[in-house]
């Protein structure tokens, strides 16, 4: 069975940083693009950063821009969310999602998602 599970979230202060972990069981991530994505309460999800399969090639929202960075360590199976600079309208559930070899930043493009961390960021 293909599951993706998230770690790492939590409280931090603002400017703080965490580093959100994606884990895979039932299949191998090397032949899947990796998006993660956010949901603020009150707001729709959104997407936040996605590598692809291929290439490596990656992407960010203009929001997370220079203080997020995505990478995979095919040989743990594993898809990190490296977040720096940590502000308060980056509170949200962050999910981390699986689909063919090409990302994306679209929520509907993505075929098996992970239960979700929070990150809350407040003083």
């Known amino acids: 069975q293909l599951q993706l599970v998230e770690s790492g979230g939590g409280l931090v202060q603002p400017g703080g940083s965490l580093r959100l972990s994606c884990a895979a069981s039932?299949?191998?991530?090397?032949?899947?693009?990796i998006g993660w994505f956010r949901q603020a309460p009150g707001k729709e999800r959104e997407g936040v950063s996605c590598?692809?399969?291929?290439?490596?090639?990656?992407y960010y929202a203009d929001s997370v821009k220079g203080r997020f960075t995505i990478s995979r360590d095919n040989a743990k199976n594993t898809v990190y969310l490296q977040m720096n600079s940590l502000k308060p309208e980056d509170t949200a559930v962050y999910y981390c999602a699986a689909r063919g070899l090409i990302a994306t930043m679209v929520v509907e493009e993505y075929d098996y998602w992970g239960q979700g961390t929070q990150v809350t960021v407040s003083s």
């Open positions: 039932g299949f191998t991530l090397d032949y899947y693009a």
């Open positions: 590598i692809s399969s291929s290439d490596g090639s990656t």
